[in-house]
Structure formats: structure tokens, C-alpha cells
């Protein structure tokens, strides 16, 4: 049992694409973060929220608590944006979603 | 600049050795995390530390050891009782906070590979 599934697993954009990436939790969450990881595997964390929309430059992260679903857009997508994004809850503990790996093509 | 620092990037070990990753931040936090990653899998949770010599086990602590005599440091012991060791291992830490609401901070990982 998965207490965090993201959707899609793999994604292929071309630049410019707007790009989304879904979070489906099962549990109570005190907080979600969504997370990147590059290929030489370090993790930096993008947002952490419990409520509503954060946005950080071309990155808006929604969540709707009711649902228990989150979504992850990218604006104007580029190459560097390359990367596996990953969903995390924070419940009694954190629970971790397999990841979404973004590819964008120039 | 504050972080958290894992060493070796990359280790290979012979089968029936044991091997230390290395976790060190500069962040004054508290809490401190191993997660072992492995492919189509998300992290799983093998040891966590809310202070200073205090630490539970996580998911998948069998075969693993840890300590934490110091705020800064979090190093996790891969024994020869781990019966599949090969994979990436991440070290992170929380800011403060009530429940589970901190910030994760994550160290570049450490890649094990048994021989």
C-alpha cells in the first residue's frame, strides 16, 4: 500500500510546455513538500504547504486538502528543469512518493 | 553556507564487510534522517534522531546502526547482517517545528555498491 502516489511516473516536455505532475495521499498530513532530485541523486526541497498555493519563480504548487491531491506546475518549462520531482508528506512520519521524471527536450 | 554534507559519494564493498556513510550538517537541527533509496521505490525511513544520544528505528533498520554523539553528526553503519546493502542512501535533517510541519534538508547521498 502507497501512501503517496505521483502521476505521471515519467513525463517528456518540450521547452516551453507548461508542465504538471499530480500527488495523491492516503493519509492525514500535517504538511506536503515537494521535492527535486537531480541525476547526481541530491535532494533540494521547493515547497512545503499545508494549505492553498505557494509559487517560486516558474514553479506553483497547489494543494487541496479535502481531496488529499497536490499538483506541481511548471511554467515555461526548460532543459534544466530536468530532474525527478518527488512528493512527500509529513504525517506521523514522512511518507514518500516514487517520483515523476521530467525530461525537457530544447 | 549551511548544509549537510555525506561522504563518500560513491563506496564499493565486499560482501561481509561492514561500511560507515558519513552525515554531517552545520544547520543546528535537532532531527536527523536516513533514507535508503532504491529504483521505483520512494525513500524509505532506516533510522531517525530527534536529539542528541537518542535514536529510533525506521522501516528498515535491520542491518543497519547508527549513533548520534553529536548534534552535527548522524553516521549510519551498513553491517554484513543487511542482506541487500546495494543502493543510494540519503541523510537529512529538519528545522524545528510542532509534528512534522519542518523543512527537510537533504545531503548529496551516498552510493553503495556490494561487490
Known amino acids: 500500500k502507497n501512501e503517496v502516489e505521483q502521476s505521471p511516473q515519467n513525463l517528456t516536455a518540450q521547452e516551453g510546455e507548461f508542465i504538471t505532475i499530480n500527488c495523491s495521499y492516503s493519509v492525514g498530513i500535517s504538511a506536503l513538500h515537494w521535492l527535486q532530485q537531480h541525476p547526481g541523486g541530491g535532494i533540494v526541497s521547493l515547497f512545503m504547504?499545508?494549505?492553498g498555493k505557494k509559487k517560486h519563480g516558474r514553479l506553483i504548487a497547489t494543494i487541496n486538502i479535502q481531496e488529499k491531491h497536490s499538483s506541481l506546475h511548471i511554467t515555461a518549462s526548460h532543459p534544466r528543469d530536468s530532474a525527478v520531482y518527488i512528493c512527500?508528506?509529513?504525517?506521523?512520519?514522512?511518507?514518500f512518493g516514487t517520483g515523476t521524471s521530467l525530461t525537457v527536450i530544447p | 553556507d549551511g548544509g549537510i554534507t555525506q561522504s563518500p559519494k560513491y563506496l564499493f564493498r565486499k560482501e561481509g564487510q561492514n561500511v560507515t556513510l558519513s552525515c554531517e550538517q552545520n544547520?543546528?537541527?535537532?532531527?536527523m534522517y536516513w533514507y535508503r533509496q532504491d529504483p521505483g521505490q520512494g525513500l524509505r525511513l532506516i533510522y531517525y534522531?530527534?536529539?542528541?544520544?537518542?535514536?529510533q528505528k525506521g522501516d528498515i533498520a535491520e542491518g543497519y546502526s547508527v549513533s548520534r554523539e553529536k548534534k552535527e553528526s548522524f553516521p549510519l553503519t551498513v553491517t554484513s547482517a543487511q542482506k541487500n546493502p546495494t543502493a543510494f542512501y540519503l541523510c537529512?535533517?529538519?528545522?524545528?517545528?510542532?509534528?512534522?510541519?519542518?523543512?527537510?534538508?537533504f545531503g548529496e547521498g551516498s552510493r553503495l555498491t556490494v561487490l
Open positions: 537529512a535533517s529538519k528545522t524545528p517545528s510542532t509534528g512534522n510541519t519542518g523543512e527537510l534538508f
Open positions: 534522531s530527534q536529539i542528541v544520544n537518542d535514536f
Open positions: 504547504l499545508s494549505s
Open positions: 512527500a508528506v509529513a504525517g506521523n512520519q514522512f511518507y
Open positions: 544547520l543546528n537541527h535537532d532531527a
